[in-house]
């Protein structure tokens, strides 16, 4: 099969564009021809072999999305057998849909998350979810969805073809390494405005909360226009000198980050934008104990197995209780390292999401 991706950027650094970059290799491993079309929006481009890339120039930026005006006419002049577009990105999905309406073939939407805004660009992002955005989803033969806990309005007219299908992890790339830990907590994302539900404000308040009866340490992995902002942040918890913002992390070095640290966190504080919580997969993948919110995309399998914490939303006392429970327990976290492998091994490995996704590409071809 000849598959259309279309992202709206393939170089960053996102759970979109791992998602796509991580997919693409695993259907290229299993005969199929993938076919990137993006936004270039710098950084270098992640070697995927065997995967087309095709990057196109922007005029600026709206929310997050890159505007290409070239995307229409790059999509027409393309031979591809299926499109697979991915939600919250309008434009992209938007001319995916279209390109593919006129062309008469199969167009697979992954539903990452729902589009909202904050301020005024929310009744933006409400007026799309209530147009365009269900316009795509009823052209879609099939939306993939990572998570069947949470599924908001829009999903309800597409709800006889959905597919519950969740990300993976690459569990030949995230493995344990033997090292000393450098710090206590690790934390990555994007740190920006629109990874604000990522959570580290409730983050900051539990290491203050720690501090005051031990030391603690925190690396913040990630860069973003928001960086700033976060260490000053720090500075008035009065925890600066507890956390270290290590900045950007290249993928080569993330299972050394993962492997660094004796808990890794995501306090995620928004079901409607957090699609799933990758990170949480990778750090499992490398043996670390996770502690994780309610909202997150594999919480039940994180109890299940033993593999960490979860704790409620926007709750700091309870997420400190949860952090320095693994931290003073150094037996306990091994055992949850070594189920959170078991784990990511059993459901999470991007072969058996290939498979499932190709699954669904036959269906509707």
């Given at each position: 099969?000849?598959?259309?991706?279309?992202?709206?950027?393939?170089?960053?650094t996102?759970?979109?564009?791992?998602?796509v970059?991580?997919?693409?290799?695993?259907?290229?491993?299993?005969?199929?021809?993938?076919?990137?079309?993006?936004?270039?929006?710098?950084?270098?481009?992640?070697?995927?072999?065997?995967?087309?890339?095709?990057?196109?120039?922007?005029?600026?930026?709206?929310?997050?999305?890159?505007?290409?005006?070239?995307?229409?006419?790059?999509?027409?002049?393309?031979?591809?057998?299926?499109?697979?577009?991915?939600?919250?990105?309008?434009?992209?999905?938007?001319?995916?849909?279209?390109?593919?309406?006129?062309?008469?073939?199969?167009?697979?939407?992954?539903?990452?998350?729902?589009?909202?805004?904050?301020?005024?660009?929310?009744?933006?992002?409400?007026?799309?979810?209530l147009?365009?955005?269900?316009?795509?989803?009823?052209?879609?033969?099939?939306?993939?969805?990572?998570?069947?806990?949470?599924?908001?309005?829009?999903?309800?007219?597409?709800?006889?073809?959905?597919?519950?299908?969740?990300?993976?992890?690459?569990?030949?790339?995230f493995?344990?390494?033997?090292?000393?830990?450098?710090?206590?907590?690790?934390?990555?994302?994007?740190?920006?405005?629109?990874?604000?539900?990522?959570?580290?404000?409730?983050?900051?308040?539990?290491?203050?909360?720690?501090?005051?009866?031990?030391?603690?340490?925190?690396?913040?992995?990630?860069?973003?226009?928001?960086?700033?902002?976060?260490?000053?942040?720090?500075?008035?918890?009065?925890?600066?000198?507890?956390?270290?913002?290590?900045?950007?992390?290249?993928?080569?070095?993330?299972?050394a980050?993962?492997?660094?640290?004796?808990?890794?966190?995501?306090?995620?504080?928004?079901?409607?934008?957090?699609?799933?919580?990758?990170?949480?997969?990778?750090?499992?993948?490398?043996?670390?104990?996770?502690?994780?919110?309610?909202?997150?995309?594999?919480?039940?399998q994180?109890?299940?197995?033993?593999?960490?914490?979860?704790v409620?939303?926007?709750?700091?006392?309870?997420l400190?209780?949860?952090?320095?429970?693994?931290?003073?327990?150094?037996?306990?976290?091994?055992?949850?390292?070594?189920?959170?492998?078991?784990?990511?091994?059993?459901?999470?490995?991007?072969?058996?999401?290939a498979?499932?996704?190709?699954?669904?590409?036959?269906?509707?071809?």
């Amino acid at each position: 099969m000849r598959i259309l991706q279309t992202p709206v950027r393939f170089t960053a650094t996102g759970g979109v564009e791992r998602y796509v970059q991580h997919l693409s290799r695993a259907l290229v491993a299993r005969g199929h021809e993938v076919v990137v079309i993006a936004a270039a929006v710098g950084g270098e481009v992640p070697d995927v072999p065997g995967v087309t890339v095709r990057l196109l120039p922007h005029v600026g930026c709206i929310a997050n999305t890159q505007i290409t005006p070239g995307l229409p006419l790059a999509l027409l002049r393309e031979e591809f057998d299926l499109v697979h577009t991915h939600i919250p990105t309008p434009w992209s999905a938007d001319w995916s849909m279209v390109i593919a309406h006129l062309r008469g073939l199969p167009l697979v939407v992954t539903f990452h998350n729902e589009i909202v805004g904050r301020g005024p660009t929310h009744l933006v992002a409400r007026a799309y979810n209530l147009t365009l955005e269900r316009l795509v989803l009823s052209e879609a033969g099939r939306v993939l969805v990572a998570r069947d806990a949470y599924l908001p309005p829009t999903l309800t007219a597409a709800h006889r073809r959905i597919s519950f299908i969740p990300p993976g992890t690459d569990t030949h790339c995230f493995v344990p390494m033997v090292r000393e830990p450098l710090c206590d907590i690790a934390f990555l994302s994007v740190l920006d405005d629109f990874h604000h539900y990522k959570g580290v404000e409730v983050l900051f308040k539990a290491v203050k909360i720690l501090s005051m009866s031990r030391p603690v340490s925190l690396t913040i992995g990630g860069d973003g226009p928001l960086r700033t902002h976060y260490e000053e942040m720090a500075k008035e918890y009065g925890i600066r000198s507890h956390v270290h913002f290590s900045g950007f992390i290249p993928d080569s070095d993330l299972p050394a980050f993962y492997s660094s640290a004796r808990v890794f966190v995501l306090p995620s504080t928004d079901a409607t934008r957090e699609g799933f919580g990758i990170v949480l997969l990778e750090a499992m993948a490398c043996s670390r104990p996770v502690i994780a919110t309610t909202i997150a995309g594999m919480a039940a399998q994180i109890r299940a197995y033993g593999a960490g914490c979860i704790v409620p939303v926007g709750d700091a006392s309870a997420l400190a209780v949860a952090i320095a429970s693994v931290l003073d327990d150094e037996e306990a976290g091994a055992l949850m390292g070594a189920a959170g492998r078991r784990l990511v091994c059993d459901e999470f490995s991007w072969e058996s999401v290939a498979a499932k996704v190709e699954a669904v590409y036959q269906e509707i071809c």
